[in-house]
């Protein structure tokens, strides 16, 4: 069966930290993985891509590394802004048809 | 341009009611998705349209969920009759067709409550 997982479910930090998010999938046979953030009653909005070739995305202050072979991806987010607080969604697709599977999420909470 | 559009924002509908969710997709994006999330579960995948065809529907819950999208451009998702454990946010997402590994887009969501 093909699941995502993300840890931890949640994280408070200070600003100013480096943090770094966890999703992991069972079925390393991926076609792409989709990094998304959703506010409190908004819709996802799309962080980052990364093709099953691609070892690293990178978009300002935000890098998604994946690793096949372990079934992992992370989600590093340098100098966290108070701005960043939000829940952050993996979410893995499997083939070109693009139904996406998703982790729970990881609600990160940034204190000034 | 537009995003993807959601309509209602928001339902409150009793039980054993009907209601239809509507999804305008981003202009030429021929893929279309509807998910949900229940409480405190992840979103899951409903089904996936291609054009005006229905191409995956093997996350529909049952028959009481219709979803269609005639011409190919809007879509509708259709609950009838609604039962309390339909309640969640609905999510409509669009991508481009035919071009590999483009990134989906996703409505604000509807959230349905079902009482």
């Known amino acids: 069966k093909q699941e995502v997982t993300q840890i931890p479910a949640a994280l408070s930090v200070p600003e100013g930290e480096n943090l770094v998010l966890n999703c992991s999938f069972t079925?390393?046979?991926?076609?792409?993985l989709q990094w998304f953030r959703q506010d409190p009653g908004k819709g996802l909005t799309s962080l980052l891509l990364i093709q099953s070739s691609q070892r690293e995305q990178t978009s300002g202050r935000l890098n998604a590394s994946l690793d096949k072979s372990s079934g992992r991806s992370t989600l590093y987010i340098a100098a966290s802004q108070p701005g960043d607080s939000a829940t952050y969604l993996c979410a893995v697709r499997y083939n070109q048809g693009g139904k996406l599977i998703f982790g729970q999420g990881t609600e990160l909470s940034v204190k000034p | 341009e537009a995003g993807v559009t959601q309509f209602p924002s928001h339902s409150v509908i009793e039980k054993g009611q009907t209601v239809t969710l509507r999804c305008d997709p981003i202009s030429g994006h021929d893929n279309l998705y509807w998910y949900r999330r229940v409480m405190g579960k992840e979103i899951k995948f409903l089904l996936h349209?291609?054009?005006?065809?229905?191409?995956?529907e093997s996350g529909m819950p049952n028959n009481r969920f219709l979803a269609e999208r005639t011409g190919g451009t809007y879509s509708t998702l259709k609950v009838q009759p609604a039962e309390l454990e339909d309640s969640g946010v609905y999510f409509c997402?669009?991508?481009?067709?035919?071009?590999?590994?483009?990134?989906?887009?996703f409505g604000q969501g509807t959230r349905l409550t079902v009482v």
């Open positions: 349209f291609v054009k005006e065809s229905k191409q995956d």
């Open positions: 997402a669009s991508r481009l067709l035919g071009a590999v590994n483009t990134e989906a887009f």
């Open positions: 079925d390393s046979a991926i076609y792409n």
